[in-house]
């Protein structure tokens, strides 16, 4: 079996690649059946996060320890599941008034990545080993693929753990392979997309309301909300 043949084969087991029949006229649905077939599946996406919410709480209980050791949370991810990761963690300083090195979203390819396709970048787990060389005990780092085998998010959550990290993989498949040996596995089973193999619909959907979750609660439980207002609490009132 050649290379690409095994690929083809690896990707036909995952659920965000295959091609659902249930979506197969697509093209053909008027604008308001699209739009509701659109709709229904980002409730899917919802509940498969809801669906997680243990392994979300547990995933941010470590996080919150390592916060308040003065440790970093780290997102990493290539793609969309990176640009998820840079988009979460761009919106923290602003809203909670942190430095912005407390969380940080890093991009397979870098910041070019962000507007352009990188050739590749997500293929390269030693580059993902590099990203993760500076992590230490204090900190936090969530791996986020929506396949789950990304090469480039494998190498840094192993990096990341041999380091002693506190390790979290998020994917859209299950038993992935970047949830092997992490301390927290969170898989948002979404299943296909409306479009096949297009993850930036339901599993990008869901990737950004885990991290919605984890990051907000974890600026509420290190002090950053007062009630339900954006505000540190007097701790010593």
Request: charged share 20%.
């Amino acid at each position: 079996m050649s290379d690409r043949e095994e690929l083809r084969s690896t990707l036909e087991t995952l659920s965000t690649e295959r091609v659902d029949p249930a979506f197969a006229d697509l093209d053909l649905l008027s604008t308001l059946d699209q739009v509701a077939l659109m709709t229904e599946q980002g409730i899917v996406a919802a509940q498969a996060v809801a669906a997680e919410r243990e392994s979300i709480a547990r995933a941010i209980d470590g996080i919150v320890a390592r916060l308040h050791r003065g440790g970093r949370l780290v997102y990493i991810g290539a793609g969309t599941a990176g640009r998820m990761g840079v988009l979460d963690a761009s919106e923290i300083p602003p809203t909670f008034g942190t430095d912005p090195s407390l969380v940080v979203g890093v991009l397979a390819g870098g910041e070019h990545a962000l507007r352009n396709a990188v050739e590749n970048a997500e293929d390269d787990p030693e580059a993902g080993a590099v990203a993760a060389s500076e992590l230490g005990p204090d900190d936090a780092i969530i791996g986020i693929s929506a396949s789950g085998r990304t090469p480039y998010v494998a190498g840094a959550l192993r990096t990341a753990r041999d380091r002693g990290a506190f390790t979290v993989s998020l994917a859209c498949n299950r038993d992935s392979e970047i949830s092997h040996g992490v301390d927290v596995a969170i898989e948002v089973v979404v299943g296909p997309e409306v479009v096949a193999g297009s993850t930036r619909l339901k599993a990008g959907t869901a990737q950004k309301l885990v991290l919605n979750a984890i990051s907000t609660v974890a600026m509420v439980q290190s002090g950053k909300v007062y009630g339900n207002l954006i505000g540190r609490r007097a701790v010593d009132q």
